[in-house]
């Protein structure tokens, strides 16, 4: 009823619709924001009866838009009201009478002289020009006499080359190379999926020549690390990219950023060999660092503690994450799709230090007087755990706070000691003795 009066409604609606506004109608076509009586108030305190709208209307009435001229000449859309009542068909104008289509090939819309159809609505197409010009695009395409489809031919492919999808492009031999950028600011916003979309429209915008899969669905060769949670930043984020040319990595990464959204700077670059491990497994294996900070005028509200202790904030939530790390229940729940799943924070975390960090909360433009906090975390385990979890079974779930990923580091082959993603050097180090080891097996 609401769409009908508002659609067939004249200005009078005009004051209605600013009182339901004025009175908190907002995303009325969400059911669940509709409030129908707000609006039939609104209507009865500005004097305009729904009901006005909402009754039959003489084929003949003007209407509240009748001044408004699209072209069309009067009466024609009454004309073609009155054919669909009694069943009457009005075939696409501008096409010979009968077609539905138009000829698909040269040969055939020269061959039809047929008149084309016109229902003189008002509009007073030239007809003759819009012949010449069909012909002209029919030729501009190549489209010039009918192409014979072996139907039977088709029928005896067998099915699985019939699927195959043909590669239609030489793409040339791939180089490997591992991108780090900070991910600030707005781009924090940017989800998991979007920078799937966002990155190779950067390198597109460079003209860099991506390696693409094969397939029905050709796709950038792209390998990411762990995923962010939404509106968390990051100084670390890695990405393995596939590209069928030799880059020049001096300057690389200021044409990166130079050609990103805001948010998303480029700080690394290096060429991978085809045996260095990808960044997906590299990082399975190891760990993240966490900046959280926690705006110190919330914590009195967020039942936390209701005072400083010793005077500062800092001290009073070291005790306060420390009574939680010895003895507390750092099992969170979390919930996808209205599925519950219980998150061991414990088995994940490997180090928090209260009051650390500051550096990384201003790098990534995260302002105010906050509390820092650095947390360590394993990014092994099936799902990982994210930050948000952390906090809460640490500081409970009151408690507000932004986080920025301040580092990613990989687990080096055959040894304790974690290093940066792009340290090659090392990790191929490392890597070498185990490679030999494998060799030796096999
Ligand atoms: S004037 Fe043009 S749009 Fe109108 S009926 Fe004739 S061909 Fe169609």
């Known amino acids: 009823m609401l769409e009908g009066v508002l659609a ?8 209605a619709i600013e009182l339901a506004y004025l009175r908190g109608a907002r995303f009325d076509s969400w059911e669940e924001h509709l409030d129908l009586g707000r609006w039939q108030q609104a209507f009865e305190d500005a004097g305009v009866p729904m009901s006005r709208y909402t009754g039959t209307l003489p084929v003949s009435a003007r209407l509240p838009w009748s001044h408004i001229d699209v072209g ?64 002209v695009y029919l030729k501009k395409l190549g489209a010039e006499g009918p192409v014979a489809i072996d139907l039977e031919k088709r029928r005896q492919k067998r099915p699985e080359e019939r699927r195959r999808p043909k590669v239609s492009f030489v793409q040339g031999t791939a180089r490997r190379y591992r991108l780090r950028f900070e991910k600030t600011g707005p781009s924090a916003f940017v989800g998991h999926l979007d920078l799937l979309r966002l990155l190779p429209r950067v390198f ?41 040319a030799d880059l020049d990595l001096e300057g690389l990464c200021e044409q990166l950023t130079a050609h990103a959204p805001a948010g998303i700077v480029f700080t690394g670059a290096a060429r991978l060999s085809d045996t260095d491990p990808s960044i997906a497994k590299l990082l399975s294996e190891g760990m993240a660092r966490w900046v959280v900070g926690l705006p110190v005028s919330a914590l009195p509200h967020a039942g936390l503690l209701s005072r400083p202790t ?44 209260v009051g650390v960090g500051r550096e990384a909360l201003d790098r990534a433009g995260i302002m105010g007087d906050l509390l820092p906090i ?18 809460e079974a640490l500081l409970g779930k009151e408690v507000p706070f932004r986080a920025v990923r301040a580092s990613m580091w ?33």
């Open 410 to 442: 990989a687990r080096r082959p055959g040894s304790d000691h974690d290093t940066t993603p792009l340290d090659l050097a090392a990790l191929r180090r490392d890597a070498a003795p185990q490679r030999e080891l494998l060799a030796a097996q096999e």
């Open 72 to 135: 069309l000449e009067d009466g024609f859309l009454a004309r073609e009201y009155r054919k669909a009542l009694k069943d009457q068909l009005s075939p696409p104008c501008g096409k010979a009478a009968g077609m539905f289509v138009h000829h698909t090939n040269l040969a055939e819309s020269e061959a039809d002289r047929r008149k084309l159809v016109c229902y003189d609505c008002g509009v007073a197409c030239d007809l003759g020009a819009m012949r010449g010009e069909r012909l």
């Open 204 to 244: 597109r915008r460079l003209d860099l020549p991506v390696l693409y899969s094969q397939g029905f669905h050709p796709k950038p060769d792209l390998t990411f690390g762990p995923a962010l949670s939404l509106g968390i930043a990051s100084l670390d984020e890695h990405i393995d990219v596939r590209i069928t």
């Open 374 to 391: 650095q947390i360590d975390t394993a990014l092994s385990g099936s799902s990982g755990v994210r930050v948000g979890e952390v906090v």
């Open 8 to 15: 067939r409604g004249d200005r009078a609606v005009g004051e």
């Open 310 to 353: 010793d005077g500062d904030w800092v001290t009073a939530v070291r005790h306060e994450v420390e009574g939680q790390l010895e003895g507390g229940n750092l099992v969170v729940l979390r919930t996808v799709d209205g599925i519950g799943k219980k998150i061991d924070v414990r088995s994940f975390l490997r180090g928090v230090r």
